[in-house]
């Protein structure tokens, strides 16, 4: 949604939609699928600015990433920031962030949009790690068969082979004492 600044001078400007998001353009490979976002909030005049708060709530499918099985979570979330208008060109070179510049959004012209906004949180809502229960057994790492679901007889190797030839010279080195 865009939104023309210069409207919320006069009166503080709301919102309420339902936005549909193509997981595959987040960039989060686990992210399976997004459902429809209800996304509502608010932008209102204030000194050297605007100020946003905004709310969202969605259903998320993530693989575990133990098992691979898809794993449904409700999210809700919130953001706020600060919305300046940027009037003079910035200048090249490097700039130190301070704390607060971390709630800050600084627009090029008069045209707030929203969507890289909700984009932005959606990507932060993407669980680092969510497994389908506690106790997920996972994959079989030789046969791939979902240990959850059966039982496979394969024996794991666990030695890492790449060591082969150290754990023989080590064994050597025994045989020698």
């Known amino acids: 949604m865009k939104i023309d600044l210069n409207k919320v001078l006069e009166e503080p400007f709301h919102w309420e939609e339902t936005a549909a998001v193509d997981a595959a353009t987040l960039g989060c490979p686990e992210l399976l699928e997004v459902g429809p976002v209800h996304w509502r909030g608010s932008v209102e005049p204030t000194t050297g600015g605007f100020v946003l708060r905004g709310r969202f709530d969605y259903e998320q499918t993530v693989a575990c990433p133990r098992c691979m099985e898809p794993t449904t979570e409700p999210v809700d979330g919130e953001v706020g920031l600060i919305v ?59 046969c791939g ?23 023989a010279l080590r064994g050597d080195l025994r045989n020698e004492e």
């Open 145 to 167: 068969k979902n240990r959850n679901h059966e039982t496979c007889g394969c024996t794991e190797q666990r030695s890492d082979p790449r060591w082969a030839a150290l754990a």
């Open 84 to 142: 300046v208008v940027e009037r003079s060109q910035p200048t090249a070179g490097e700039y130190e962030l301070r704390g607060d510049d971390l709630n800050t959004l600084v627009l090029p012209g008069e045209e707030l949009d929203t969507e890289p906004i909700l984009r932005e949180q959606l990507q932060l809502n993407v669980p680092m790690r969510l497994l389908c229960r506690e106790d997920c057994q996972g994959l079989c790492p030789v």
